[in-house]
């Protein structure tokens, strides 16, 4: 079917008037712009993650030696543990909290839910463009209120992504320890930006839809972010308030979190970890969307039972809220309520095994293009499933006891957060580039930066369970100083290599994609031969996304025309003269 013949009136497009400089690419208020925007800002804040990452291997490999970072300072620093421990606190705190809130947030929500959802839907732009605008503009102040701590006297954060109180509620240095505040302000900002964000996801995907674009005519990758959003609006706030609250313990003398004036420190972990539960699955529900797109186009089958997958990601959503206390086993909390947290956190995994068995469903007896995009998607798969068979070991209490705190955990929420989110995120990079950008990516040079990072990472995280079974604990310097954990320093030192190789892996990707944007081959409309509505507008999609009428949807993205025969996984749009007076 031409491109030509597959678009059919569906209202005016808006009319396109020359814009200068600052308004098309600073200051945008084109959805696709404010997608790359998400997208450029994502990838400079993960080489400074990934940096943290990388000062952080060095010190737990070679701790006393000339290679740590910690050698660096001042002579009279180096002997003082306290500033060394601060130092590391210091890395792994700035690693966790970049590569959560400003990589791969902004990636999967910003990046991909600002560029898809109106092409996905039929839709010209967002429901409200200047509020999108500004939901960019917002982030990136945070972003730098953030980055700005790393100067401030007394250093960045140092309590952990989590900032358990009272630790985070008392500065270290009595009037010069601005860190953890800006820590506070920034993820508060932070927070402001993703509800605007939200707010227009929402209103834009109940509204805007075109003509026969139903709900469950809408692609997966739209079901997620609409539910990512709904998570965003009611989770946000939760956070926000916590913050506020250590923010008057830290500056104005209350004692919320402090028990020294009769506060509760652990009611920071419950208000901190009813909005952080939900988080998890804010940077995993979108990775599902996309992994859910690429195998059912390089499958060439339609996605194997699609209204038990979106129900699932609706069941996991909804089951988000009620299992934060599992991360609070070890907190005292009384066994029967423990025994709530481990049952509903058993069942969450039921929804996530409905999506796994359907991604096998949809590609049992597929005809499978090895794809870079598609090699991403299932390692996705993959990863996601040993993260998750990990998180069931947690869930039960008595085993949680043992391995809480450990390197097991840190495992564990790697092979979810990285093995998931980011192979989506890679995969999504390459299979919407040439919509981006007009050009495909170089096919040889992306599997390369598959297989590497494929290999490198599982050498990276999975020998963190071996070390997690053996008590190597969470958030140490040195493991040396414990004799019981010299034995493991081999390990420690294997991993730090392979984390090296890992890092070093992703300027693979930084350097295809600058290639690729110069030099890359021109893309077709259609160059995947998928059948969702994005693929009907020219790559790149200019201002209005279609220069004609916006396309009739007359069926389901993931529906065949015909059983027979995978040639016809036709598109799912067509000229409005052949839409039955149902669409």
């Not at 839910?113 to 605008?133: E, H, Q, V």
């Not at 995994?349 to 090895?370: C, E, M, Q, R």
């Not at 391995?403 to 192979?423: E, N, W």
């Not at 079974?469 to 081999?490: A, S, V, W």
């Amino acid at each position: 079917m031409s491109s030509t013949a597959a678009v059919a009136v569906h209202g005016a497009h808006g009319e396109h008037h020359e814009l200068s400089f600052w308004r098309t690419y600073i200051f945008s208020e084109d959805h696709k712009m404010i997608g790359r925007q998400f997208l450029f800002v994502a990838l400079f804040m993960m080489s400074i993650g990934g940096l943290m990452a990388m000062l952080m291997r060095l010190d737990l490999a070679w701790p006393d030696t000339q290679f740590s970072f910690l050698k660096i300072l001042p002579q009279s620093l180096q002997q003082d543990s306290a500033i060394t421990a601060n130092t590391y606190n210091a890395e792994f705190t700035m690693h966790a909290t970049i590569m959560i809130f400003f990589v791969v947030m902004p990636i999967l929500v910003g990046c991909f839910g600002n560029f898809l959802i109106p092409l996905m839907i039929g839709a010209r732009d967002m429901a409200f463009p200047k509020l999108n605008m500004l939901s960019f503009w917002v982030s990136a102040v945070a972003g730098v209120i953030m980055m700005s701590s790393f100067w401030v006297p007394g250093g960045p954060a140092a309590a952990g992504w989590t900032s358990y109180a009272p630790l985070s509620a008392v500065p270290l240095y009595t009037g010069v320890d601005w860190g953890q505040n800006l820590w506070c302000i920034s993820i508060i900002v932070l927070g402001v930006g993703s509800l605007m964000g939200s707010i227009n996801y929402i209103t834009t995907i109940i509204n805007m839809r075109t003509k026969g674009m139903t709900f469950f005519r809408l692609p997966l990758v739209i079901w997620s972010l609409f539910i990512t959003a709904i998570l965003l609006l009611l989770a946000l706030p939760v956070l926000t308030t916590a913050l506020a609250l250590l923010l008057f313990d830290r500056m104005a003398g209350t004692h919320f979190f402090l028990p020294a004036g009769g506060g509760e420190p652990l009611l920071w972990q419950h208000l901190f970890w009813f909005f952080g539960h939900p988080e998890v699955y804010i940077m995993i529900l979108p990775g599902m969307g996309i992994a859910s797109e690429l195998i059912a186009t390089f499958s060439r089958k339609p996605i194997f039972g699609y209204r038990a997958m979106a129900y699932a990601m609706a069941a996991i959503a909804f089951l988000s809220w009620i299992v934060w206390g599992h991360h609070m086993f070890q907190s005292g909390m009384d066994p029967a309520l423990g025994q709530g947290f481990m049952l509903t956190t058993m069942v969450i995994a039921v929804p996530s095994a409905i999506k796994t068995f359907n991604w096998l469903g949809t590609l049992y007896k597929g005809d499978i293009h090895y794809t870079s995009a598609m090699l991403n998607a299932l390692s996705f798969v993959a990863m996601f499933v040993i993260g998750g068979l990990s998180g069931i070991f947690m869930a039960c209490t008595p085993v949680d006891m043992y391995i809480h705190d450990t390197y097991f955990i840190v495992a564990h929420i790697h092979y979810v957060l990285f093995g998931g989110s980011l192979f989506a995120v890679f995969g999504g990079i390459v299979y919407w580039f040439p919509k981006m950008f007009g050009r495909m990516m170089n096919e040889t040079l992306a599997k390369v930066h598959f297989w590497i990072t494929f290999v490198a990472f599982n050498c990276t995280f999975f020998p963190m369970h071996i070390l997690g079974m053996g008590g190597h604990m969470r958030r140490i310097y040195n493991p040396t100083q414990y004799d019981f954990l010299k034995p493991l320093e081999p390990v420690n030192m294997f991993i730090s290599i392979s984390a090296f190789v890992l890092g070093a892996a992703q300027f693979l990707l930084l350097a295809n994609m600058i290639w690729s944007y110069y030099k890359g081959e021109k893309a077709t409309e259609n160059p995947w031969h998928a059948n969702t509505l994005e693929w009907s507008a020219p790559s790149p999609p200019g201002h209005g996304n279609w220069p004609g009428p916006v396309p009739v949807v007359y069926r389901g993205p993931y529906e065949y025309s015909s059983p027979e025969s995978a040639e016809d996984y036709l598109p799912q749009w067509q000229p409005v003269e052949h839409a039955t007076a149902a669409d």
